[in-house]
């Protein structure tokens, strides 16, 4: 499996970002799928996972209400939409997945993208 993040950009305070994850690997669709943040001189931490199907999502409470994950319809894509965005968002932004669970740790995860910055302005 190999992912490709992308969408990332410079947006002001309140505004809205769209990053997406493109899969390559006919076993993706059976994967969870999660998205991941780390901020300069801080740990990668989780932001939220999408299960295989689609049905089951999780999210961190500092993005929850104001970002929403989904999978595509063939399910080879990941989205995350990120509306209200605030200052403390900026980070690189990193899709992932993960074979067996829905774990927020990151390593658990068995494939990583290579990252897309998000920087939000004041």
């Known amino acids: 499996v190999q992912l490709q993040a992308s969408g990332g950009g410079l947006v002001q305070a309140g505004g809205s970002l769209r990053l997406s994850c493109a899969a390559s690997?006919?076993?993706?669709?059976?994967?969870?799928m999660g998205w991941f943040r780390q901020a300069p001189g801080k740990e990668r931490e989780f932001v939220t996972i999408v299960s295989g199907s689609g049905s089951t999502t999780y999210y961190a409470d500092s993005v929850k209400g104001r970002f929403t994950i989904s999978r595509g319809a063939a399910k080879n894509t990941v989205y995350l939409q990120m509306d209200s965005l605030k200052p403390e968002d900026t980070a690189v932004y990193y899709c992932a997945a993960i074979i067996r669970g829905l774990s927020r740790l990151p390593s658990d995860y068995d494939y990583w993208g290579q990252g897309t910055l998000v920087t939000v302005s004041s």
């Open positions: 690997g006919r076993t993706f669709s059976t994967y969870a």
